[in-house]
């Protein structure tokens, strides 16, 4: 089926080239780096495993265990947020949805870390909130700033729209007579959504959870700024031994076993929810 | 009937991740380097302030030249990025005292001055910079390899309101000996200066290679430091913490992290040096700032004009005062410069205790071990979030 | 026809958007049985008007009777009709089979229980029983129709509700399935309402049509009444091409055209004064002379377009354009552009007032 130079392969290859320099090059380098001796900056060293003995010796597997815990957290949180959120954008909220649509999309145009900090002014002893309360009511809380919850506050903040909007999609994909034929032939409200709104609204959420899952397990301004390294994400160790332990071999190491753990977690997850299926399409 | 339509909604996600991916990918491989004729540009690797448009937009007027400033937030990142091969891209380079004498020197990474253009500066510079001063010459005392201008004592602050200065001077790093201030205090972010002032609580001095006790010490130390801390940020998040009451003092900070704030009117926020340590007597660490011309083979003329054009006793002051950090500059020993501060500049950079705060620092050095500590202290860091 | 207890009744109902009437006070009784069709164009309110007999709508006043219970308020999955989409709303991620037994299943049957009466549905629509695993999105057009119909069917409805479900089909199986269509009504003794815009549609598989005009029922008949006593000029040309002539009727029994001419009134209802006169293409004749009709105009042929079986002829009178249908086997032999005359007898016209 495939003639090595076909026309398609020959119009496609400069978008190839394009792949391969832009996008293999780069994730090549950083997977050769990783075997290069610790503390070294060159390409040319012996390879070794010993970036990768360090790691599994040493309590990094603390950092992992962080960032996919506040990762799935994180997703959990935001598809109980959204699905409602969503289903209203399409069903209920009729011309409103647009309003909601730019208030969850404006917020992109400001720098999230800008964002983040406008929740330390918030969140933050005397700040707009405690402030408010002991000011106005007289008592005073315990701040929640600097601590976990934070952190998994921010996070929902800043990935609400990478979920709500595949959502919104996939729900509108549902086609409003399909949902009709359904109730005509008896089903009841609940029905209609277990049987029909649900799985035909899957790929959607599927794409909602795989984007936030991939975007969250690489947070790190939430732990940093909110949650005042209260915890210790995997991509901090990254950039800790890119920067002050300069260590590039080490970083390299600990990114490329990233980079495995959510490849596998999301073609597990593709295989489980197989997209296509839910087209109809085996 | 989709028979034929075999691009499926997975191979979309597919391709657009692969798309997604690509363009990312192209930003990191284009550094923005031109070959070309460098007459009228020149690239600045420095810390935060030499990069803000007070600094380079006179420069800039004046040469008709195209500035370009990465600001970074630690020494060895900049010097690492030399030894990566990227002496050809910058001309200047701002670090802390001893890595241009120490390492880039030695390593070839940097280039002398020259001397006879340059020394006078010093000349006019506060008593401690006298030439030859010791950070910008090399080993030999020969070459002229850098030039000074910002400093300033670096070890911790507090909120005068919640602990006196008296106290926080008496008690130096001993402070964090207390088990009372857990949850009180918070860590700057320098992980660097983190691990000189966990070896000072710890009590002994960091800038010498350590003993199997006094690694397990610092092990020790930094457990429980970090368990203790209630927040590590940037100096946006300490000194917001500070004025807030969150914290009462934090870990590793001095002029440059407290001046914004006191500057913005918060007085009660006070770099702090231990009136003593163990280093030999002393408990304060100071830093001094280096700018060095870059052994770039297509060396920018510019780079030398710069390091000139920033003596100006105005241009000082600007710096002293460029966005972020305001911090006491060496051309403050020439009344020329000096006059140009107001009172409320000075208050911001403690001029009235800089001299004897000074006094009481050992100036930045190289910690031996550095590697070693620092992954204890990921490791501390790591294990006080949970593990 | 209408003996027993009329199945669904309309009594007045109205539905309102906004100020605008979509259906406007509609009283109409549909027999237990019968296959009754609502034509109009688009915009007619003919689907606005299926949804509420379905109970998708509710009517803004009036009532909806099934089998004389007022059932206005109760919600589509209580009631026991059934409707079968324009898009036919199969389940994009079911087979055929899961589609069919969909309603089986919502009413907890056992699975053995639906599998078989889904094979049996299959059968009755001439599906293979090897469909019954196959999903429905690999299913031709036609084939989807009949599994959209037979999970129609595997609810069991009184009625079951058709709203356009054939207008995106290619003609030619748009024939046959009309013909299935109504052998399955045959089959299955069930009422079926149907809503189409297309008349011919509705003339195949019909035993009563209803023309909808901008919101009313203009017109109630069976096909062979609306074909040849359409009321309106409305419901005369949605049957197809036919010739109006506006008309006044005389103090001398005579219809007045406003070119002056004359003709002899077929039947003329009770108090009509000015309308139209309709004349079926077939029905206009070429004359030899004039006198061999009780009518007769001179025109000239302008053109000739064969239809099929048929081939009309265009006849220009002035301004106005008659048209004139003739039999394959009879062509009429005269040349383009001569003079020719045509008539008909009074009573093969009607007269239609608006």
């Given at each position: 089926?495939?003639?090595p130079?076909?026309?398609?392969?020959?119009?496609?290859?400069?978008v190839?080239?394009?792949?391969?320099i832009?996008?293999?090059?780069?994730?090549?380098?950083?997977?050769?780096?990783?075997f290069?001796?610790?503390?070294?900056?060159?390409?040319?060293?012996?390879?070794?495993?010993?970036?990768y003995r360090?790691?599994?010796?040493s309590?990094?597997?603390?950092?992992?265990?962080?960032?996919?815990?506040?990762a799935?957290t994180?997703?959990?949180?935001?598809?109980?947020?959204?699905?409602?959120?969503?289903?209203?954008?399409?069903?209920?909220?009729?011309?409103?949805?647009?309003?909601?649509?730019?208030?969850?999309?404006?917020?992109?145009?400001?720098?999230?870390?800008?964002?983040?900090?406008g929740?330390?002014?918030?969140?933050?002893?005397?700040?707009?909130?405690?402030?408010?309360?002991?000011?106005?009511?007289?008592?005073?809380?315990?701040?929640?700033?600097?601590?976990?919850?934070?952190?998994?506050?921010?996070?929902?903040?800043?990935?609400?729209?990478?979920?709500?909007?595949?959502?919104?999609l996939g729900?509108?994909?549902?086609?409003?007579?399909?949902?009709?034929?359904?109730?005509?032939?008896?089903?009841?409200?609940?029905?209609?959504?277990?049987?029909?709104?649900?799985?035909?609204?899957?790929?959607?959420?599927?794409?909602?959870?795989?984007?936030?899952?991939?975007?969250?397990?690489?947070?790190?301004?939430?732990?940093?700024?909110?949650?005042?390294?209260?915890?210790?994400?995997?991509?901090?160790?990254?950039?800790?031994?890119?920067?002050?332990?300069?260590?590039?071999?080490?970083g390299?190491?600990?990114?490329?076993?990233?980079?495995?753990i959510?490849?596998?977690?999301?073609?597990?997850?593709?295989?489980?929810?197989?997209?296509?299926?839910?087209l109809?399409?085996? | 009937?989709?028979?034929?339509?075999?691009?499926?909604?997975?191979?979309?996600?597919?391709?657009?991740?692969?798309?997604?991916?690509a363009?990312?990918?192209?930003?990191?491989l284009?550094?923005?380097?031109?070959?070309?004729?460098?007459?009228?540009?020149?690239?600045?690797?420095?810390?935060e302030?030499?990069?803000?448009?007070?600094?380079?937009?006179?420069?800039?007027?004046?040469?008709?030249?195209?500035?370009?400033?990465?600001?970074?937030?630690?020494?060895?990142?900049?010097?690492?990025?030399?030894r990566?091969?990227?002496?050809?891209?910058?001309?200047?380079?701002?670090?802390?005292?001893?890595?241009?004498?120490?390492?880039?020197?030695?390593?070839?990474?940097?280039?002398?001055?020259?001397?006879?253009?340059?020394?006078?500066?010093?000349?006019?510079?506060?008593?401690?910079?006298?030439?030859?001063?010791?950070?910008?010459?090399?080993?030999?005392?020969?070459?002229?390899?850098g030039?000074?201008?910002?400093?300033?004592?670096?070890?911790?602050v507090?909120?005068?309101?919640?602990?006196?200065?008296?106290?926080?001077?008496?008690?130096?790093?001993n402070?964090?000996?207390?088990?009372?201030?857990a949850?009180?205090?918070?860590?700057?972010?320098?992980?660097?200066?983190?691990?000189?002032?966990?070896?000072?609580?710890?009590?002994?001095?960091?800038?010498?290679?350590?003993?199997?006790?006094?690694?397990?010490?610092?092990?020790?130390?930094?457990?429980?430091?970090?368990?203790?801390?209630?927040?590590?940020?940037?100096?946006?998040?300490?000194?917001?913490?500070?004025?807030?009451?969150?914290?009462?003092?934090?870990?590793?900070?001095?002029?440059?992290?407290?001046?914004?704030a006191?500057?913005?009117?918060?007085?009660?926020?006070?770099?702090?040096?231990?009136?003593?340590?163990?280093?030999?007597?002393?408990?304060?660490?100071?830093?001094?700032?280096?700018?060095?011309?870059?052994?770039?083979?297509?060396?920018?003329?510019?780079?030398?004009?710069?390091?000139?054009?920033?003596?100006?006793?105005?241009?000082?002051?600007?710096?002293?005062f460029?966005?972020?950090?305001?911090?006491?500059?060496a051309?403050?020993?020439?009344?020329?410069?000096?006059?140009?501060?107001?009172k409320?500049?000075?208050?911001?950079?403690?001029?009235?205790?800089?001299?004897?705060?000074?006094?009481?620092?050992v100036?930045?050095?190289?910690?031996?071990?550095?590697?070693?500590l620092?992954?204890?202290?990921?490791?501390?860091?790591?294990?006080?979030?949970g593990? | 026809?209408?003996?027993?207890?009329?199945?669904?009744?309309?009594?007045?109902?109205?539905?309102?958007?906004?100020?605008?009437?979509?259906?406007?006070?509609?009283?109409?009784?549909?027999?237990?049985?019968?296959?009754?069709?609502?034509?109009?164009?688009?915009?007619?309110?003919?689907?606005?008007?299926?949804?509420?007999?379905?109970?998708?709508?509710?009517?803004?006043?009036?009532?909806?009777?099934?089998?004389?219970?007022?059932?206005?308020?109760?919600?589509?999955?209580?009631?026991?009709?059934?409707?079968?989409?324009?898009?036919?709303?199969?389940?994009?991620?079911?087979?055929?089979?899961?589609?069919?037994?969909?309603?089986?299943?919502?009413?907890?049957?056992?699975?053995e229980r639906?599998?078989?009466?889904?094979?049996?549905?299959?059968?009755?629509?001439?599906?293979?029983?090897?469909?019954?695993?196959?999903?429905?999105?690999?299913?031709s057009?036609g084939?989807?129709?009949?599994?959209?119909?037979?999970?129609?069917?595997?609810?069991d409805?009184?009625?079951?509700?058709?709203?356009?479900?054939?207008?995106?089909?290619?003609?030619?199986?748009?024939?046959t399935?009309?013909?299935?269509?109504?052998?399955?009504?045959?089959?299955?003794?069930?009422?079926?309402?149907?809503?189409?815009?297309?008349?011919e549609?509705?003339?195949?598989?019909?035993?009563?049509?209803?023309?909808?005009?901008?919101?009313?029922?203009?017109q109630?008949?069976?096909?062979?009444?609306?074909?040849?006593?359409?009321?309106?000029?409305?419901?005369?040309?949605?049957?197809?091409?036919?010739?109006?002539?506006?008309?006044?009727?005389?103090?001398?029994g005579?219809?007045?055209?406003?070119?002056?001419?004359?003709?002899?009134?077929?039947?003329?209802?009770?108090?009509?004064?000015?309308?139209?006169?309709?004349?079926?293409?077939?029905y206009?004749?070429?004359?030899?002379?004039p006198?061999?009709?009780?009518?007769?105009?001179?025109?000239?042929?302008?053109?000739?377009?064969?239809?099929?079986?048929?081939?009309?002829?265009?006849?220009?009178?002035?301004?106005?354009?008659?048209?004139?249908?003739?039999?394959?086997?009879?062509?009429?032999?005269?040349?383009?552009?001569?003079?020719?005359?045509?008539?008909?007898?009074?009573?093969?016209?009607?007269?239609?007032?608006?």
């Amino acid at each position: 089926m495939f003639k090595p130079m076909s026309a398609g392969f020959r119009s496609a290859s400069p978008v190839l080239l394009f792949l391969l320099i832009g996008f293999a090059a780069p994730l090549l380098a950083v997977i050769w780096f990783s075997f290069m001796p610790p503390r070294s900056f060159s390409f040319g060293g012996a390879p070794t495993f010993e970036n990768y003995r360090t790691i599994f010796e040493s309590t990094t597997y603390i950092s992992f265990l962080w960032s996919l815990g506040l990762a799935v957290t994180t997703v959990v949180l935001l598809a109980l947020i959204c699905y409602p959120v969503a289903y209203g954008m399409v069903r209920v909220f009729g011309k409103w949805a647009m309003l909601v649509t730019l208030l969850f999309t404006i917020p992109l145009f400001v720098s999230e870390n800008i964002r983040l900090y406008g929740w330390v002014l918030f969140l933050i002893k005397n700040g707009v909130l405690l402030g408010t309360l002991k000011s106005w009511f007289g008592f005073e809380l315990e701040s929640m700033l600097f601590s976990v919850p934070a952190i998994i506050l921010g996070m929902v903040y800043v990935y609400l729209p990478f979920m709500l909007f595949p959502m919104t999609l996939g729900i509108s994909m549902v086609p409003n007579e399909t949902r009709d034929a359904a109730f005509d032939l008896g089903a009841s409200r609940w029905q209609v959504f277990k049987e029909v709104e649900l799985p035909l609204s899957m790929p959607g959420i599927v794409i909602g959870f795989l984007l936030t899952f991939v975007l969250a397990i690489g947070a790190i301004a939430e732990a940093k700024v909110l949650g005042g390294q209260a915890v210790i994400p995997i991509t901090q160790d990254i950039e800790i031994a890119f920067t002050y332990s300069q260590n590039w071999p080490l970083g390299a190491a600990i990114a490329v076993l990233l980079m495995l753990i959510v490849g596998v977690l999301v073609v597990l997850a593709l295989r489980r929810f197989d997209l296509d299926s839910f087209l109809g399409r085996r | 009937m989709a028979n034929s339509t075999k691009i499926s909604r997975r191979n979309f996600m597919q391709q657009s991740a692969l798309w997604a991916a690509a363009f990312a990918g192209v930003g990191t491989l284009a550094p923005g380097r031109a070959m070309a004729a460098r007459e009228k540009e020149l690239n600045i690797l420095c810390w935060e302030g030499y990069n803000s448009a007070q600094v380079l937009d006179p420069f800039r007027t004046e040469k008709g030249a195209t500035v370009k400033a990465e600001s970074l937030t630690n020494d060895p990142t900049m010097i690492n990025r030399l030894r990566a091969g990227e002496t050809n891209v910058w001309d200047l380079i701002n670090v802390n005292n001893p890595w241009a004498r120490e390492v880039m020197f030695p390593e070839k990474l940097i280039t002398p001055l020259d001397r006879a253009r340059f020394e006078p500066f010093f000349d006019k510079m506060m008593p401690a910079f006298k030439p030859p001063y010791k950070w910008a010459m090399d080993d030999s005392g020969t070459q002229l390899i850098g030039m000074a201008q910002r400093f300033g004592p670096y070890s911790f602050v507090v909120n005068m309101d919640k602990v006196s200065r008296q106290t926080a001077e008496d008690q130096g790093w001993n402070l964090w000996n207390d088990p009372a201030v857990a949850g009180k205090y918070g860590i700057l972010e320098s992980d660097d200066w983190n691990v000189f002032n966990i070896c000072l609580i710890a009590g002994f001095d960091p800038f010498k290679v350590h003993s199997d006790e006094e690694v397990a010490k610092f092990k020790e130390t930094a457990e429980r430091v970090f368990k203790g801390a209630k927040v590590v940020g940037d100096i946006a998040t300490m000194n917001q913490a500070l004025i807030s009451g969150e914290i009462d003092f934090h870990m590793t900070g001095g002029t440059y992290s407290a001046s914004p704030a006191r500057a913005d009117g918060n007085p009660n926020i006070r770099g702090i040096t231990p009136k003593s340590g163990p280093m030999n007597g002393k408990g304060g660490v100071s830093w001094i700032e280096i700018t060095s011309t870059v052994n770039n083979p297509q060396l920018s003329p510019l780079a030398a004009d710069f390091l000139e054009f920033v003596q100006s006793p105005k241009m000082s002051h600007t710096v002293a005062f460029a966005e972020g950090t305001f911090n006491p500059v060496a051309q403050m020993g020439n009344p020329e410069c000096f006059n140009l501060f107001t009172k409320e500049e000075l208050d911001a950079i403690q001029w009235d205790s800089l001299e004897e705060e000074m006094a009481r620092c050992v100036e930045y050095d190289i910690v031996p071990d550095y590697a070693k500590l620092l992954d204890i202290m990921t490791a501390a860091k790591r294990a006080a979030s949970g593990g | 026809m209408q003996g027993a207890e009329p199945i669904l009744s309309l009594k007045a109902v109205r539905k309102m958007f906004g100020p605008q009437a979509a259906v406007d006070s509609i009283d109409l009784d549909i027999a237990e049985g019968e296959f009754f069709t609502i034509v109009g164009p688009s915009g007619s309110g003919k689907t606005t008007m299926l949804r509420m007999l379905a109970g998708m709508d509710t009517p803004t006043s009036g009532d909806i009777l099934l089998n004389g219970k007022r059932i206005n308020d109760v919600p589509a999955n209580k009631r026991p009709t059934c409707m079968v989409f324009q898009s036919l709303a199969l389940f994009p991620h079911r087979t055929v089979g899961q589609n069919i037994e969909f309603p089986l299943k919502i009413r907890g049957e056992d699975p053995e229980r639906r599998k078989a009466r889904a094979l049996q549905l299959m059968d009755l629509l001439r599906l293979p029983q090897s469909y019954y695993a196959k999903n429905v999105l690999k299913c031709s057009g036609g084939e989807r129709q009949r599994v959209a119909l037979a999970r129609a069917l595997a609810y069991d409805p009184q009625i079951l509700f058709f709203d356009e479900p054939l207008s995106a089909i290619d003609y030619k199986l748009r024939k046959t399935l009309e013909k299935e269509l109504k052998d399955i009504h045959r089959e299955t003794k069930k009422t079926f309402v149907y809503i189409t815009h297309s008349l011919e549609e509705a003339m195949v598989m019909s035993d009563r049509i209803g023309v909808m005009r901008a919101g009313k029922l203009v017109q109630v008949g069976t096909p062979q009444e609306i074909y040849s006593t359409p009321n309106t000029r409305f419901v005369s040309e949605f049957v197809g091409d036919v010739n109006v002539i506006p008309v006044t009727l005389g103090s001398d029994g005579l219809l007045h055209s406003p070119t002056g001419a004359t003709y002899k009134p077929p039947r003329i209802p009770p108090g009509f004064r000015d309308g139209h006169l309709v004349i079926r293409p077939e029905y206009l004749k070429f004359l030899a002379s004039p006198g061999e009709a009780d009518n007769a105009i001179s025109g000239s042929l302008y053109n000739e377009y064969a239809l099929g079986s048929r081939i009309q002829y265009q006849v220009r009178v002035g301004e106005t354009v008659f048209v004139v249908e003739k039999l394959r086997q009879q062509p009429f032999t005269g040349q383009l552009d001569d003079t020719v005359t045509i008539g008909w007898d009074a009573q093969d016209a009607i007269l239609v007032t608006d």
